[in-house]
């Protein structure tokens, strides 16, 4: 874990603290019987305002490893929010008349909620993912596949629509 003291945008050291809600444990980590009774891990959840750039951030950086292991929130388990995103992706091609010979990258798409609707209109996505399981892969792009990892490496897949 690291406490950023610097602005995680654009490396100020003016920022202002907005909401400190203590350490909590983190979201959707569902422990199991095995990890009874270890003690859950909690980190610092603190809100600060960066006064030079105005970024809102939290001071805490949870190791990708950790974050992401066991993740289990999947974005599509809301109907509402596929909807949302089928009338997002509807709007963009409409505006950006996009096609085939376009690209729509995605950072941490989640389990591909939103990429599943480039895909089916045609144009290819790329999935930049964090998490050590590849969601987007296995619940909504399906063998179409997901691609590398966002975090200290490089996409080596590109999916076609
Ligand atoms: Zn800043």
Do not use: W
Not at 86 to 93: F, S, T
Not at 126 to 155: C, I, K, M, N, S
């Amino acid at each position: 874990m690291t406490r950023e003291t610097r602005c995680r945008s654009c490396g100020g050291d003016a920022l202002q603290p907005i909401l400190s809600l203590g350490e909590l444990p983190l979201a959707n980590r569902l422990l199991d019987q095995h990890d009874h009774p270890q003690p859950e891990p909690r980190y610092p959840l603190d809100l600060v305002f960066c006064r030079t750039c105005a970024l809102v951030q939290i001071t805490e950086t949870v190791p990708p490893e950790e974050l992401f292991r066991d993740y289990v929130y999947f974005s599509s388990f809301s109907d509402t929010v596929v909807a949302n995103a089928r009338e997002n992706v509807d709007q963009v091609m409409a505006s950006r008349t996009l096609g085939k010979d376009d690209l729509v990258v995605e950072l941490a798409s989640n389990d591909g909620y939103l990429l599943q609707h480039y895909l089916a209109r045609g144009v290819p996505v790329l999935d930049l993912v964090a998490a050590t399981v590849d969601v987007a892969q296995e619940h909504r792009l399906g063998d179409r596949g997901a691609v590398g990892p966002a975090v200290g490496g490089g996409a080596d897949q590109l999916l076609q629509g």
